[in-house]
């Protein structure tokens, strides 16, 4: 028993690796006379045997191998951290195990609330600290769910953030393991965070501070007070108070977000002697282990305990050069994803729409060279200023998605760990809504040969009035958008060409959605008792929210970038008999001062010369390995799109492979048989219109667009994530 639990009190007696180093920071702490929460630690053997006695460590291996973490995007491991995640909820404990963890508990806790928080080894090292990237779970009681939670800290090993750093923390699935540290529930009237050295200045210490407890201080949900101190001495600096409205209490289960006492929202966290005893704990830590400390604190009745302590350490910056860092801040709380959607649907969804009204009124053709100019770079910066708020608040919002999909697969425990997304599933895109449209214009064109005949021909169907009217309609309200391959646009003859292969289509297709939508939420809802069902609702309806803008807020940014396109080609129009450069190739900055001066020859961009010599045999792949997607099986002709012909090209019940899917290409996706992608991942636009109409697909395909070509036959298997070339 002994090599599976350890008591706080004998927690610097052991070695890191076998506790970790936030149980062995907190067991150094209390033997230097710092008061810490009641607790024990879990040790790295129980994971050990739990995952070697279950099989579950093969499990991972094989998942894990699917791809190269090098090539792999952040969607692909959230993917690849969902899948393993439901692998530990689908695997209890073995009794042996069960039987050794309980009686301890037990007795430590009886039904009194905990808090369940990870120590991994290396987690918090001297050299880099990864704060926030495994999980903690706060008031949490009796036994069972104890051990249920200790289950979901270890998945948390394995979690995106710490497949993102995979390199940097050593994880290997043969030797990572995970401890736990299970610890009363100080439930504070005050907490926050204290940094013994300012990272932005040596001679500063920083305390933050909220009412209540941590969690909404961690996540962002609740803005804390912030205190400036003198590194030497603790002299207050400043204080920087902010607009209190909010505050995280235990709930039932957990805890939970509500709006702070009115008599409470002037008063500050921390009296200025409170402040000071706060300094004295961070300084006395940072003491202990000879490097300042980041410590979360909390007060209960005038007693201060500490609840963490971790080196400070700042992550590598990598936006230069790999950007994988940035992708740990996409994940957020249920308070941040409400605050999210309200900005992004009442502020930022009408003013994009606004601006593309405006750019779209713009005609370039009958500006002055000097104009025009003026037109391509002002397009430009309006679409690189939405393109920073679709990263900032767009991209973000997509973890709306995966929240509730943790909380289904939590609840629910599916074989299936993608069938949360049943749920989600909607005919409300605008990618479908456009798609419709064009079905409709193909339904005309079954019922009238006549029609059908001019649509084939591309002859005059100006006299067919109702099609006509349907195509007006179309091109008023998606005729402007861009897509992802070369110059795209909906004209009348690209629209013929489309509802002509659709016309070959039996009508009526059926999408993929579930039937009966309503029955699937109550049965969800049915699950949550009590207030617990109005939480559950709420993280669907954001979800929903979440997965429709996934897909719609691309085409709503498209009609901002077509804007630039339009532009930019009607430079190069003007400046075709100045310059060789082809389409494309010419910067904005070459066009514009060509169209300045008449005198200037543009030049194209320098693109590096491939390297010298023969190119490597390519063995033909068999097999290939991506990520499933959507579930099903289906085999047909591959057809590969590189370009607008090919999108033009495209005939009923091929397989559509591509780099990568844009919503503005996704019109022919009712005439494909299933869906390949380079890039991977559940929540990328490919993905989801393949749900929206029940394709097989699978994503993440190293080298897709090359390992397969057009003609050849291949099979799709949105089950298990692979693709076989005939």
Known sequence: MMNYIIPLESFAEH??????GKAYSLGVLLARGI????????????YDTYVRSTGLLERISMELSRKDFGDMRWEEMWDASLRIRNMFLNTPMPSSLVGVLKGPLEEAFGLRPVAVRSSAPGEDSSK???????ETYMNVRGVYSILEHIRLVWASLWADGALLYRQEMGLDVTTSAMAVVVQELIDGEKSGVAFGEN?????????EAVHGLNQGLVDGTVEPDQWILERRGGRILSHTPVKRELIVVPATVGVHLEELDPGMREVPPLQPDEVGRVYELAMKAGDVFGSPQDVEWTFLQGDLFLLQSRPITTLPDRRSTDDRSWYLTLRRSFGNLRKLRDKIENELLPEMIVVAQALSGKDCTSLNDHELAEEILRSAEIYDSWEKRYWRYFIPFAHGMRLFGQVYNDTVRPVDPYEFMDLLVTSDLLSVKRNRMLEAMAELARKD???LAAVKVRGDTSEFREFTELMDGFIDAFGDLSCGVSSCSYDRESIKIVVRELATRPSGREQGRPRDMEKLTEEFLSLFPGEMSLFAAEVLDIARASYRLRDDDNIYLGRIKRQVILARQEGERRLALRTTAAPGTISDQELVRALQDPRYV??????PEETAGAKPVR???????????????????ARVLEGMDDLLSFKAGEILVCDALDPGMT???PLASGIVERRGGMLIHGAIIAREYGLPCVTGVPDATELIQTGCRITVDGYLGIVILS
Do not use: M
């Not at 070695?15 to 970790?20: E, P, R, S, Y």
């Open 667 to 669: 019109f022919i996706v």
């Open 602 to 607: 543009p030049q194209a961009a320098v693109v």
């Open 15 to 20: 070695d890191a690796k076998q506790i970790g």
């Open 35 to 46: 008061t810490i929460p009641p607790g024990l630690c879990i040790t790295t053997r129980a």
């Open 199 to 207: 990272p932005n200045d040596e001679t500063q210490v920083v305390i």
């Open 449 to 451: 040969y006549r029609l």
């Open 128 to 134: 880099v600290t990864f704060a926030g990237l495994h």
């Open 619 to 637: 063995i033909r792949a068999r097999q290939l390995i991506g990520q499933p997607a959507s579930r099903g099986i289906v085999s047909g002709v």
